[in-house]
């Protein structure tokens, strides 16, 4: 299990503190939430504040692009550091998503795909072997702390279960929601990667990531 703390519910006034709990805590990877105020109704980070983290945590920068120009921000933030870029299919024209996969895989970085909570999974089907990770959203995307989605393990699982018959080797993330309890129930569905932004950063650091890997 891959635990992707979400930097968006990080205690800004205690950054450098926090950012170095999170890179002792056992966590691999650092989610990093890109909001444009359009796609979703809020506004979050730009290139400058990852180049930042890039600095001063070795952590997986895992960057989930929430914005309706993938395309111009997939370059703006691999440039930044990112070596994951997810982004929205809700966001693009279907017949953009594999250009978009393809101009990242071509800068070395790896490519993801993420669904909004009422988008079926069967939409990813023919994009299962384009993409190196599928993002479920278990909340809207916009804003943390929000109830977890209590459909998302089924759609966990029959990612999986898509994924699998595709003989595909993609990841399957789950953002929104997600503390011990939810965590438990999307690893037991199969799940690869857990974020969590609230739960980690509003708890014991190191003792919440411990308790996702349990």
Same mark, same amino acid.
């Given at each position: 299990m891959i635990i992707a703390p979400s =930097?968006?519910?990080?205690d800004? *006034?205690?950054?450098? @503190? /926090?950012?170095?709990? +999170?890179?002792? !805590?056992? &966590?691999?990877?650092?989610?990093y939430d890109v909001m444009d105020g359009n796609f979703v109704p809020n506004l979050s980070f730009g290139p400058?504040?990852?180049?930042?983290? *890039?600095?001063?945590?070795?952590?997986?920068?895992?960057?989930?692009?929430? =914005?309706?120009?993938?395309? %111009?921000y997939a370059d703006v933030f691999i440039d930044a550091?990112? /070596?994951?870029? %997810?982004?929205?299919?809700? &966001?693009? !024209?279907?017949?953009?998503?594999?250009? +978009?996969a393809?101009?990242?895989?071509?800068?070395?970085?790896?490519?993801?795909?993420?669904? @909004?909570p009422d988008t079926p999974v069967e939409v990813l089907e023919p994009y299962v072997n384009d993409f190196d990770l599928f993002l479920i959203m278990s909340v809207e995307p916009g804003f943390g702390g929000q109830k977890f989605r209590e459909n998302a393990p089924e759609k966990i699982r029959a990612l999986k279960s898509l994924l699998n018959t @595709?003989?595909?080797?993609? +990841?399957?993330?789950?953002?929104?929601?997600i503390n011990?309890? %939810?965590? @438990? +129930? *999307? &690893?037991?569905?199969? =799940?690869?990667?857990?974020?969590?932004?609230?739960y980690v950063f509003k708890n014991t650091i190191r003792e919440a990531v411990k308790s996702l890997c349990e």
């Open positions: =930097v968006l519910s990080l800004y *006034c205690d950054t450098k @503190k /926090q950012i170095e709990e +999170l890179n002792a !805590s056992g &966590a691999q990877w650092m989610h400058d504040i990852l180049k930042a983290f *890039c600095r001063i945590s070795p952590l997986y920068k895992d960057v989930h692009l929430m =914005v309706n120009d993938p395309n %111009t550091g990112a /070596q994951l870029i %997810t982004f929205h299919y809700e &966001a693009v !024209s279907e017949d953009a998503i594999r250009p +978009l393809k101009k990242i895989h071509d800068r070395g970085v790896k490519a993801g795909l993420s669904i @909004k @595709k003989q595909s080797h993609a +990841l399957v993330e789950v953002d929104g929601g011990a309890q %939810t965590g @438990k +129930l *999307c &690893a037991d569905a199969g =799940v690869d990667v857990l974020v969590a932004g609230s």
